[in-house]
């Protein structure tokens, strides 16, 4: 099991940027399966995006599709979410997540980070 700690969180106005990153530590990250996931005060947790063992195969939620980007670097054992014109839409905490299957169900990724804040001014 790893386990996570994501970073890169803050205030960004809304067309600005942000990169959060996921540090993982522990045995094995290279074989896992690594998502984002985001959730707002009173609303449930939702996918953001996913990124097989490989790197090679990813897929994202239809909100930020195009303007987010998730991708993987096991050598330094991070996971990263470029995140690009964002919107004031887009605020919540966000978790990275690591699982076993590439899928956009949050009850099959068994390792979770304490959540990184970002907050999308208008």
């Known amino acids: 099991q790893v386990q996570l700690v994501e970073s890169g969180g803050g205030l960004v106005q809304a067309g600005g940027s942000l990169r959060l990153s996921c540090a993982a530590s522990g045995r094995g990250f290279a074989a896992y399966t690594m998502g984002w996931f985001r959730q707002s005060p009173g609303k449930e947790r939702e996918f953001v995006a996913v990124?097989?063992?490989?790197?090679?195969?990813?897929y994202y939620s239809d909100s930020v599709k195009g303007r987010f980007t998730v991708s993987r670097d096991n050598a330094k054992n991070l996971v990263y979410l470029q995140m690009n014109r964002l919107k004031p839409e887009d605020t919540a905490t966000y978790y990275c997540?690591?699982?076993?299957?590439?899928?956009?169900?949050?009850?099959?990724?068994?390792?979770w980070g304490q959540g990184t804040q970002v907050t999308v001014s208008s």
């Open positions: 990124v097989n063992w490989t790197g090679d195969r990813t």
């Open positions: 997540a690591a699982g076993l299957s590439t899928t956009r169900d949050s009850a099959d990724f068994r390792s």
